[in-house]
């Protein structure tokens, strides 16, 4: 199992990123999708997630109206798209596959597969 986050960079206020999440070695609905970030000095937290057999999406209230969450089944990725950038998105941002209940989906501890983290930098 295998997953590949890119597309980070450096952006200023108010500009838009899309990140990418490449998937392989599993099984395409066996597993939800989640964008965790770590900024420096701060706990890893949840950004976005989808679950992939039902779609549901979930949204941190920081990003709502912000990101958005998607898949592309035929290339087996799932991407964020990042609009309305603001110095505090700025961090280490991680793809990561797992099967969490409900309750925890936006928590990081029940994903066991994750990307190796993209660097987001929003700076004017």
């Known amino acids: 199992v295998q997953l590949q986050a890119s597309g980070g960079g450096l952006v200023q206020p108010g500009g838009s990123l899309r990140l990418s999440c490449a998937r392989s070695g599993f099984v395409y609905d066996d597993y939800d999708i989640g964008w965790f970030r770590q900024a420096p000095g701060k706990q890893r937290e949840g950004v976005a997630c989808?679950?992939?057999?039902?779609?549901?999406?979930y949204y941190a209230n920081s990003v709502k109206g912000r990101f958005t969450i998607s898949r592309d089944s035929a290339e087996n990725t799932v991407s964020l798209q990042m609009d309305s950038l603001r110095p505090e998105d700025t961090a280490v941002y991680y793809c990561?596959?797992?099967?969490?209940?409900?309750?925890?989906?936006?928590?990081?501890?029940?994903?066991?597969?994750w990307g190796q983290g993209t660097l987001v930098t929003v700076s004017s």
């Open positions: 990561a596959a797992g099967r969490p209940i409900i309750g925890a989906i936006m928590t990081p501890n029940p994903y066991g597969y």
């Open positions: 989808i679950r992939v057999r039902s779609g549901e999406l």
